[in-house]
Every structure is written in structure tokens, then in C-alpha cells.
């Protein structure tokens, strides 16, 4: 069992008091390790240099070795000084002489000019727990550069998908992939490393599964991920991502999994006619953890995901008021109920009654109503489906997916019956749809390698998403005619790339426009945008629209990436590149790929 899960077992049968976590800030190594001094080697400058008042000697002349002014222990002790290590982890393996040609001692440095001129130093190798520092120095060892750091053991710099900065001080730096953990001072190579845990590698595939890449400097760290989703990433989730990064940083360093690293809150329920025994912890990195010790042993009812509306009133919260605990109870009968709710916050104002009352009723409703997490990744709508703001029909309804399209889903419902999916505008937002109107679409794309595609049909996909989902208006589609334009325009994709344009053959152009067929508008074929009757104002005639595609480009993982964009008006026009995989029931599209423009 999760230990994030333990911890609200213990909480439910009272070996965990309320408010025995700390803040839910910045997660920091714990005090179980001795942390080095975060302070990164200093930049070589032209003054920093010690330039020789006449030549040095030749490359073949110089001694070898230590210099005799100092020990080997006298070097490690600088060295570690300013590298900012502990000098009994540090050993030193190889020191030779060198000229360097410039006052940044052979290192590329693109903060500084470097003056070009013969710098005499040495080429100091270093060990720190059995990884190799490449280090450059002047003569007096005064200024020391890293030039090369040995990776761990199965660690590629490629491989590196989460990278995160500690925000303040002491600086910390960590670098995570699938299976392990890099971390230390910032501007310095890592001094520790660690496997990543299997729990943690699970929410790693969720967030690399689910977003874009991004870098981002949030309250909580400076972070960046290698993503492979569809899903933009919010303010919100961005900071729950770096909050996530710090919580393993901060485990790694204490040499164990701490379920107070990044905790918020804690909420729990006790009694009730139902005799209800249930708990959740959420944190800071998005997941809330649930357990019901109705059972006996405790059951662990899965991690809720929140949603980026979820996190960014999380957030609000920690970052305006001071920590609390908060009790709501029944009157004194035999079936009386006992809500409890701890919180942890950074802020500095006392939270009212009625904020204690509406962040224990949030916990609440997260429980009952969270998403849990999934292997299913798209489900296709059977016909046209409404998108509500929670799982049931009781909820607000602010969409609708038409009939044959696929939605990325975020997550499911306790009960399996609703799907989470990937709102209007690409957020991770409160979007879901009932399990019973569509179908989910559980096969992985079924090769890697670019199948044989028809491109009538890749293009008919794209026209009908541009035409009923991405047409920049907040309502649906009433086009009365839409021009097509034959010729392809990479261009309009916001990609930057060259037109490149090529004429969609006649062919292709009916089998699209059969396709079509089922829509309302009337599609008529143009051999340029130029051609289209407009008004005084530029605007399409008649209330029609404009939609261009580019060419069709097959990509290494086997997907298919095509631009397309719609103009209806000066300001009424837009514009993205659209990715479809190929499953075996045909290609679908799944999203997007790099920016989107919209005027």
C-alpha cells in the first residue's frame, strides 16, 4: 500500500493527530541527510583570470601532478569549496597542467565574453559518490568551471523528463526520468542520486501522458517536462507539477518516502447512519489519496486526480491563509456524524468559519466525486454528448461532443461510469461525459510505424474538427458554405514552416467532400483563399467561412501531424496543427502539436 494511503489509515484510527504536517510549501530535503552548502562555482571572468607576465612553458615542459605549493588535501578541501560538496565525499582522481586559451578556461560559457588569452590552470578530474567532475581552474585554483559531469549509471541527459529548481534558498536542483533521481546544488552536478519508486514513477507516466511540454517558474520551483499529451498546462498545474518534483527531491534526500512532503490537507468522516469511516489526504502535486476503514483491514479507494480549476483553489487557499483545524459535528445522538478537517497553509490570514466550512465541504466533494486515474486513454462519442462540469446528469452541462468524435480522457468516476476528458480548450478542466454514450478506446495506436493512410479521409477528419470544434466561435457551427482550399499551406499551422504548398488531388477533394456531406454547410472547392467573395470589411460573404489545410507529414512515433486553420472574418480566424493515430479502428485525431493562433 501507497504510503500516502497509510497515512490516512493511521489518521482514521488515531495514531495521527490533525496538523502534524507542516506547511504544504516547496518540498526541501529533509535534515536526515547533510545538505552542502548551495552555493554554485563562481563564472571565470577576463580580472578573475591570473595572466602570466611572460610566457608559460610549453605543453610538454610543465611538471605534472599537484602543485607543489599544495596537498592533495589541500586541493579537495578548495575544490569541494567551490563546488559546493562536502570535502569527505570528494576524492581526487587526476591533475594535470594545462594552458587554456582564453580566461574562461576552455568552457563555453554564455553568460560571459571570454578575453582570448593563454590562461595556465589544470585539468582536475573528481570523484563524488563514485561519479566522475570534469573541473577547468586558473593557476591558483582561485576560479574553478565544471566542464564535464560523468552520469549515473543508466541516467542520459535525453532521458531527463522533469527538471526542477527549488525556489530561495538553500538552492536545490533535481533532474527526474522513468527510473531514477538526480539532485543537488544548483549550478553544480548533482551530488546524490536515487531510483525513482514505483508509485512515483506511475505519477510521472500520468503527467507525461497527459500534457505538453512546458517550462514554467512557478511558487513552488522553476520546472520543465517532456510531455507527450494533448493537454495544455495551466498556471495551476504547472506549480502542482513543481510541487510534485520537490516532494520526490525531498524523499530521495531523507532516503525514504515521507507522506508529509507536500501535504495540504487532510479530511475525514466518522459516523453517520451509514456508520461512515473514510479519509483523504490531498497534496500540493495533484493527487488526493483516499481510504475507507469500513472494511477491516482498511481499504485504499485509489488516488483522486484534481483538475486544474481543483489545484488552483487549492493553491488559493495555502497561499492566503495561516494553518488550521476544523470540526463539524452532529448533535450527541447514536448515528452522529463528525467531519474533521486539517489544513496546512503559508499564508497569514485566519480562515473564517465559512472558509473552514467551504474547504471541508471541497474535500468533501473530492472524495465523492474526484477522478481516479486511468489506462484508457480516448473514448468516441456514439452520437452527440453533452459535456457536464462533474460525473452525473445533476451537473451543469457546458458542451457537447458530436457524434464519431474522440475526447483524451484525464480520468474516471469512483463508479466507472463517467469519463473526465480534455475540455474545449485543451485544459485539464471539470469536462465529463457519461460512460453509457460513449465508447472507450482502450488500444494503443497499433504501430509505430506510419501506416498507409488515405488522405481524403485524414482531411475530411481535420475539416470536420476545424468546422465543428475549432471554428474560434463559442457556440456551435452555422456556416451556410465553407471554402476549401485545394492547395495545401503549411503555413497556417502557427509552425512557422513555408507554405510548401501542393494541390489535393481531385479525387481526394470528392472523397472529402462525400464525407462531408452530413454537415450543414455547403463545401465548395477554391484554388486560393483570394478568390472567396468577401464584404467591405473583409469578412467572408454570405456568413461562410475559409478553411485551409496543410500537407500531410508523418511523424517517427507513427502518428500523422496536419495544419489546418479557418478564417471567417479580420479578427475571426485561427489556426493549429493537429495530431491523429491510427487505431484499429482508423485514424482519429488526439490532439495538437506545438502552438496555436487565433485572431
Known amino acids: 500500500m501507497n504510503v500516502r494511503t497509510g497515512i490516512v489509515i493511521l489518521l482514521l484510527t488515531g495514531i495521527v493527530l490533525a496538523g502534524c504536517a507542516g506547511p504544504a510549501g516547496p518540498a526541501q ?50 575544490l569541494s569549496g567551490k563546488l559546493a560538496v562536502d570535502p569527505t565525499q570528494m576524492t581526487l582522481v587526476s591533475m594535470e597542467p594545462v594552458n587554456w586559451p582564453d580566461s574562461c578556461l576552455g568552457v563555453n560559457t554564455m553568460e560571459i565574453m571570454c578575453a582570448e588569452v593563454i590562461t595556465p590552470g589544470y585539468r582536475i578530474v573528481v570523484e563524488v559518490d563514485g561519479l566522475q567532475t570534469t573541473v577547468h581552474t586558473n593557476e591558483d585554483l582561485s576560479v574553478a568551471l565544471i566542464a564535464d559531469v560523468e552520469q549515473p549509471a543508466g541516467a542520459v541527459a535525453e532521458d531527463v523528463i522533469v527538471s526542477w529548481q527549488a525556489p530561495g534558498e538553500p538552492c536545490i536542483a533535481g533532474q527526474i526520468s522513468a527510473e531514477w533521481i538526480n539532485f543537488g546544488p544548483c549550478g553544480s552536478p548533482p551530488t546524490q542520486t ?28 522553476m520546472v520543465s517536462l517532456k510531455g507527450d499529451g494533448p493537454a495544455r498546462a495551466e498556471a495551476a498545474d504547472q506549480r502542482s507539477l513543481a510541487a510534485w518534483a520537490g516532494e520526490v527531491v525531498a524523499d530521495a534526500a531523507g532516503g ?86 486539517s489544513f496546512n497553509g503559508t499564508g497569514q490570514s485566519t480562515a473564517l468559519q465559512v472558509e473552514q466550512q467551504a474547504m471541508l465541504d471541497y474535500a468533501g466533494q473530492l472524495f465523492t466525486f474526484g477522478a481516479l486515474a486511468t489506462p484508457t486513454r480516448f473514448v468516441q462519442a456514439d452520437a452527440d454528448t453533452p459535456m457536464v462540469t462533474g460525473p452525473g446528469p445533476q451537473f451543469e452541462q457546458i458542451g457537447e461532443v458530436f457524434g464519431g468524435q474522440m475526447a483524451f480522457v484525464t480520468g474516471v468516476s469512483q463508479d466507472g461510469r463517467w469519463w473526465r ?101 455547403r463545401f465548395i472547392w477554391v484554388d486560393k483563399a483570394d478568390d472567396v467573395p468577401r ?62 493562433w487565433i485572431s
Not at 571565470?44 to 610549453?58: G, I, Q, R, S, Y
Open 535 to 596: 464584404d467591405p470589411n473583409g469578412a467572408v460573404a454570405d456568413g461562410g467561412a475559409i478553411i485551409t489545410v496543410g500537407n500531410i507529414t508523418a511523424q517517427p512515433d507513427g502518428t500523422l501531424h496536419v495544419p489546418a486553420s479557418i478564417y471567417i472574418a479580420m479578427l475571426a480566424a485561427g489556426g493549429q496543427t493537429y495530431v491523429l493515430e491510427n487505431f484499429p479502428e482508423g485514424w482519429q485525431i488526439t490532439g495538437t502539436s506545438g502552438p496555436a
Open 194 to 221: 536515487a531510483p525513482l519508486p514505483q508509485p512515483r514513477a506511475a505519477e510521472l507516466a500520468y503527467y507525461t501522458m497527459l500534457y505538453a511540454s512546458y517550462d514554467a517558474e512557478t511558487p513552488s520551483g
Open 421 to 521: 476528458v480534455i475540455c474545449a480548450d485543451d485544459t485539464v478542466g471539470d469536462c465529463w461525459l457519461a460512460g453509457d454514450q460513449v465508447t472507450p478506446q482502450v488500444a494503443t495506436p497499433s504501430s509505430a510505424t506510419p501506416a498507409s493512410y488515405d488522405p481524403g479521409d485524414i482531411y475530411q477528419r481535420v475539416v470536420r474538427q476545424v468546422y465543428t470544434v475549432d471554428h474560434t466561435y463559442g457556440q456551435p457551427p452555422n456556416f451556410p458554405v465553407v471554402y476549401l482550399v485545394r492547395r495545401t499551406d503549411d503555413s497556417v499551422g502557427a509552425s512557422g514552416s513555408p507554405a510548401n504548398g501542393q494541390a489535393i488531388a481531385p479525387a481526394d477533394q470528392e472523397r472529402i467532400s462525400a464525407a462531408l456531406s452530413d454537415l450543414p454547410a
Open 29 to 78: 530535503p529533509t535534515s536526515t541527510v547533510d545538505q552542502p552548502t548551495m552555493t554554485p562555482a563562481p563564472l571565470a571572468t577576463p580580472t578573475d583570470a591570473t595572466v602570466p607576465t611572460e610566457p608559460p612553458p610549453a605543453a610538454s615542459e610543465p611538471p605534472t601532478g599537484v602543485p607543489a605549493t599544495m596537498t592533495t588535501e589541500q586541493v579537495v578541501k578548495v
Open 256 to 341: 525514504q518516502a515521507d507522506p508529509l512532503n507536500g501535504l495540504a490537507m487532510i479530511w475525514r468522516r466518522e459516523g453517520g447512519i451509514a456508520g461512515f469511516c473514510d479519509g483523504l489526504s490531498v497534496y500540493a502535486g495533484g493527487q488526493a489519496p483516499a481510504v475507507t476503514c469500513q472494511t477491516s483491514p482498511a481499504s485504499d479507494l485509489g488516488a483522486r486526480w484534481l483538475s486544474s480549476p481543483q489545484l488552483g483553489q487549492v493553491f488559493g487557499w495555502i497561499d492566503a491563509l495561516a494553518s488550521f483545524q476544523y470540526s463539524q459535528k452532529d448533535p450527541a445522538t447514536a448515528d452522529a456524524m463528525t467531519l474533521d478537517l
